[in-house]
Structures are given as C-alpha cells and as structure tokens.
C-alpha cells in the first residue's frame, strides 16, 4: 500500500501575532480506486472539520494557542489499513485518540467484531480488565488501584487498531485506567485476525 504523510498548517492572526496554529499530519494514499478515494476522502472531511472546530471553540481563548492531529499509519496490507489518530492542544497535558481499520477491497471501516468475530464484547472487556489488573500487580505505581473497575467503566469497542506486527490492539484513553503521564494503556489480543 503506498501513501505520502501530508502536512497542513493554518495559523491565525490577531494583530500580527499569532493566536492560533492548528497543525495535521495524515496519510495520503496512492491509487483511483473507490475504496481507495473513500478513504483519502473522510481524511479530507476529518481535517476541515477539526480546524473549524479549533476556529469555532479556541479562537476566543487563544493567545499562542496550538492544536494538533496527527494520523499514522500503523498497519497497512493487501487487506487491512490501520491508521491511529492523536490530538492535542498546547497548555492541556490530555491528548485523545482515535483509531480507524479499514478494509482495502471497499474501503469501509472494520468494527471489532469483524476481526474477532467468536469474541464477545464482554469477553474483551475480561480480557482488559483481568490484564489490567495483573499489570496493577506487578507496578502498582503505574495504574489506579481499582483498574478493574475502571478497565470495565472505560473500555470502548472502538478504540482499537491493528498493530505493525498484525496484532489487535485494544486502547485506553489517558486518565481512564492510569495517571495521565502513563500516556495511552494499550492491550494486545491473544487472536488470529
């Protein structure tokens, strides 16, 4: 699969100073074909709405304010593209994530149960929260003593993604499971995809 990584950059003024830089890196992949042109376009529409966005909410706060997103690829092959998307603003320590696994043949999204389809949501979310908590055993220090809960309260069917190696990849957002300065908690599932 061959893609560039484009970079945009918008920044906004106020009396010659600049109040607002929003800057995005993604993938653009190579090829015609629909699927192929379905994907470059919800990145298109994804990046013009998340600048609106940063204008609409930010701008009247902003003094040197800067947003980011940014989107790799992190698995890419004849049948799957996995893309992990990060966002963050300058002056807030919490960024978010998202994450998008598209199939290559029509270019439509893959939801989890498509990879794992013997595997219960509710099987995965044990999965996390037992996983989790044996992590918590092992560095207490590293995530909130009650993970378990917390592993069952913030677990999403939608945030994860396919990793280099092929793998399912389960994530946490920061601040659901452990501090903040842990960054995302990530999972790897024991499946076949």
Known sequence: MTYSIERET?????????????????????GTSKAIRRIN???S????KFI??????????????????????????????????????SGHAESSRTADVWRVSDGIPVLLRDLLPGKAE??????????????????????????EKRAGRHFSAENFYISADGKITLFYQQNTVAPRSCGFV????????
Request: glycine share 2%; hydrophobic share 40%; charged share 30%.
């Open 41 to 43: 376009k919800y990145y």
């Open 45 to 48: 529409q994804r990046n013009s």
């Open 10 to 30: 918008e920044l906004w003024r106020e009396e010659e100073r600049v109040v607002l830089t929003v800057a995005i890196e993604f993938p653009l992949f190579a």
């Open 122 to 147: 509710r099987e995965l979310r044990k999965f996390a929260a037992s996983e989790l908590t044996r992590r918590l055993n092992i560095d207490p220090a590293l995530y909130y003593p009650d993970v």
């Open 52 to 89: 609106e966005l940063c204008k609409r909410s930010l701008m009247k706060f902003c003094d040197g304010t800067e947003a980011a997103l940014q989107s790799r690829v992190v698995f890419a092959d004849e049948n799957y593209i996995s893309i992990v998307s990060d966002t963050g603003f």
């Open 186 to 193: 990530q999972l790897t599932v024991n499946a076949e995809r």
